[in-house]
């Protein structure tokens, strides 16, 4: 099989174990994800299958939508439920004007330290190894794009938020940042992915449902996979440089739009019939190929 899964992965598992369910049922080893969910998170994990792998890398920076609740007046160490009590405190009175007005602080692009317990790499080392055995480490801070937030619902407890943001956002972070502006504590009590760019939760297979006959018939397949991206024609002459990895022309690509596409943005290079024939982005006053799709690849294989 070749494309593109939505899963809706439950709570309590990694998004490793997703994958690793999803070559069980399939007897495929060329499976992977994007956009990693922590344990406690459920709701969309797009899992790419065959030749959908090749798109991975260029799905991960895809904006992502969740509703998360952030418990109050108690901070741990992974900055989530499922991490270690660090440090208590009391809450203030809260209502939803103050939790609004704080929240405009984080709205836009921002600096945004990290979890010290998260897969990003210090050294080569992911953070949660470095801290497991002891040392003593530093979480970087990176900017981070938070476009939007909604306040769901707002007590003493906890606060009910709806959250549309850019790639490498942490809401762990936020939780942690939020509590403190409000003059308290926070941890992300449980977390909920709706969207991840084009995929929605609407389409997601649930974790446990994990049959080849179910992954079959949910798979989107690479045609429909890579309109996430910037579609681009080719004439039959430009699908021939694209097989072959060389550069392609203006004189061979159909169309100005992917004259308008950011250079650091992927684009999708199908051809005259239809089906996907690389991926590519901008580069002079044309478009390098970056990868390629097996010619012999179809959409959906018996399993």
């Known amino acids: 099989m070749n494309g593109i899964l939505v899963v809706d992965k439950p709570a309590g598992c ?18 992977g994800h994007a956009g990693t969910l922590d344990p406690l998170a459920t709701g969309v994990l797009v899992v790419a299958v065959g030749e959908g792998t090749k798109l991975v890398s260029h799905l991960q920076s895809d904006d992502k939508r969740y509703e998360v609740t952030i418990a109050l007046g108690a901070e741990t160490d992974s900055l989530d439920a499922d991490g270690e009590l660090t440090e208590t405190s009391e809450v203030p009175p809260l209502d939803a004007r103050t939790v609004e007005q704080a929240l405009q602080a984080f709205i836009g692009r921002h600096p945004q330290e990290a979890p010290k317990l998260s897969a990003i790499k210090v050294g080569g080392t992911p953070l949660h190894r470095r801290m497991r055995r002891g040392e003593d480490v530093e979480a970087p801070v ?7 937030a909604t306040v769901d619902s707002v007590s003493q407890k906890a606060l009910i938020l709806s959250l549309h943001c850019g790639k490498g956002f942490y809401v ?4 942690r940042d939020l509590a403190r502006a409000l003059g308290t504590l926070g941890h992300v009590k449980a977390l909920r992915r709706t969207t991840s760019g084009a995929f929605s939760i609407d389409d997601g297979l649930y974790g446990d449902q994990m049959t080849a006959e179910a992954i079959a018939e949910r798979l989107i397949p690479l045609r429909e996979a890579c309109a996430a991206l910037t579609r681009v024609e080719l004439t039959d002459e430009g699908v021939g440089h694209a097989r072959h990895g060389r550069p392609i022309g203006p004189e061979v690509i159909v169309g100005e739009t992917w004259r308008e596409v950011p250079a650091d943005q992927s684009l999708a290079l199908f051809a005259p019939d239809g089906e996907p024939v690389a991926l590519g982005r901008r580069a002079d006053e044309g478009i390098r190929v970056i990868r390629g799709f097996t010619a012999t690849a179809t959409d959906v294989l018996s399993p």
Do not use: G, P
């Open 14 to 31: 990694t998004s490793h174990d997703v994958v690793q369910r999803v070559r069980k049922a399939l007897r495929q080893r060329s499976v």
């Open 172 to 175: 762990r972070s936020l939780a």
């Open 142 to 148: 990176r900017e981070v794009d938070l476009y939007e």
